[in-house]
């Protein structure tokens, strides 16, 4: 058991671990319930979970502009709506898009508070999800941080200072 502790996940991570089971993922629906079951188990015996995703929002950042140079990526990044049926055909394909990056991971949180058995809190570019009904203990930051790894340091700092203790598997946060 960990009591009072808060397990801290990278959204994006979870999105690459499940690709290595690409062949059982055809849509968003089959991979936001491998990642729910992922969560599921990962953070059992945990006060809460975490979630944190980057943000794919801003076109025009360098990580942005890196990518669409190195992948090709053409799209205006508006438009794009993930659902339960859209097919992921080739990942490499469907990730490069900054536009499907971002419509996934708002698509993620939501099916995450949904599915997630345990306390969850997700944090995208729209802010924080949550699946509880007392929220004095989320923490909630603004932050304009693109990288989830930058926002995973602050949570985890906040995190502590409310005297919880802090697990996660992301190499950002092992200390």
């Known amino acids: 058991m960990h009591d009072n502790t808060c397990i801290i996940f990278d959204g994006m991570a979870l999105v ?15 991979l936001s319930d491998a990642i729910t079951r992922a969560v599921n188990y990962k953070s059992k015996g945990h006060v809460i979970a975490y979630v944190i995703f980057d943000d794919y929002s801003v076109p025009t950042s360098m990580k942005n502009v890196t990518r669409k ?6 799209s205006s990044g508006r438009g794009f ?3 339960k ?3 992921i055909r080739d990942f490499a394909s469907f ?8 419509s996934l991971t708002l698509f993620l949180a939501d099916q995450l508070v949904r599915g997630v058995k345990s306390n969850i809190v997700t944090v995208t570019r729209q802010g924080v ?3 509880m009904q007392a929220t004095q203990n ?3 930051i603004t932050s304009t941080h693109e990288e989830a790894d930058t926002k995973m340091i602050l ?8 005297g919880i203790k802090l697990t996660s598997t992301h190499p950002t946060l092992m200390y």
Do not use: F, H, W
């Open 16 to 30: 690459q671990e499940m690709a290595a089971n690409k062949e059982r993922i055809k849509t968003c629906k089959d």
């Open 69 to 74: 140079r190195r992948t090709g990526d053409k």
């Open 81 to 83: 709506k993930v659902d």
């Open 85 to 87: 049926t859209t097919p």
């Open 95 to 102: 990730l490069a898009s900054t536009a499907a990056m971002d």
């Open 129 to 131: 999800l949550d699946n």
């Open 138 to 140: 989320i923490v909630r």
């Open 155 to 162: 949570y985890a700092a906040e995190i502590r200072k409310l």
